[in-house]
Antibody
């Protein structure tokens, strides 16, 4: 059974950092592109960042470029999101998602982890 | 960026009704479109990919159609468990974008 389990969320002050993790199991992690998608309270879905199977290619939405870093450790079956210089507008639930084969959307999602940026 | 516009934002229908949700892209995305269902308090679930391909395990009452800029998600016979918000998503180009969602309620 495919499982994605996020951790590392919490309350953080503006300007500080946080690192999210996503532990994957039930599939060959190194064969799939992965991504982070966020959802602000009562709002819609917003793509944050994606990473290729080997980690050599990364993509970011403009509002997080230079502040967030997506990475992966295929030996540990784990996806990461390093979030620096956090802003109040980064407050959201962050989902880890597996890119479907052929890149056709996201076929598995974690349960999400809440990040609250507030003083 | 490719903008995804969903309509209506809120839809109320009766059990057994045929329901149609719309999604329009600001430029052609060919068939690079997915639909997700998100129930309250849960993560999104992939329903449809490549505009019209049903994801494994999804009931056949769900179907997708469209190409280019105009897309539709149809539920052939609405069930109580279909109450959720539905999002479309384009994966044709970066940045990946989602529609703002259609909230589906039972009348």
């Amino acid at each position: 059974e495919v499982q994605l389990v996020e951790s590392g969320g919490g309350l953080v002050q503006p300007g500080r950092s946080l690192k999210l993790s996503c532990a994957a199991s039930g599939f060959t992690f190194s064969n799939y592109g992965m991504a982070w998608v966020c959802q602000a309270p009562t709002k819609g879905l917003e793509w944050v960042a994606s990473i290729s199977t080997g980690g050599g290619n990364t993509y970011y939405r403009d509002s997080v470029k230079g502040r967030f870093t997506i990475s992966r450790d295929n030996a540990k079956n784990t996806l990461y999101l390093q979030m620096d210089s956090l802003r109040s507008e980064d407050t959201a639930t962050y989902y880890c998602a597996r890119r479907k084969g052929g890149g056709a959307g996201f076929d598995y999602w974690g349960q999400g982890v809440m990040v609250t940026v507030s003083s | 960026d490719i903008q995804m516009t969903q309509s209506p934002s809120l839809l109320s229908a009766s059990v057994g009704d045929r329901v149609t949700l719309s999604c329009k892209a600001s430029q052609s995305i060919y068939s690079s479109l997915a639909w997700y269902q998100q129930k309250l308090g849960e993560a999104p679930k992939l329903l449809i990919y490549s505009a019209n391909s049903l994801q494994t395990g999804i009931p056949s009452r769900f179907s997708g159609s469209g190409y280019g800029t105009d897309f539709t998600l149809t539920i052939s016979s609405l069930q109580p468990e279909d109450v959720a918000t539905y999002f479309c998503h384009q994966y044709y180009s970066w940045p990946l974008t989602f529609g703002s969602g259609t909230k589906l309620e039972i009348k």
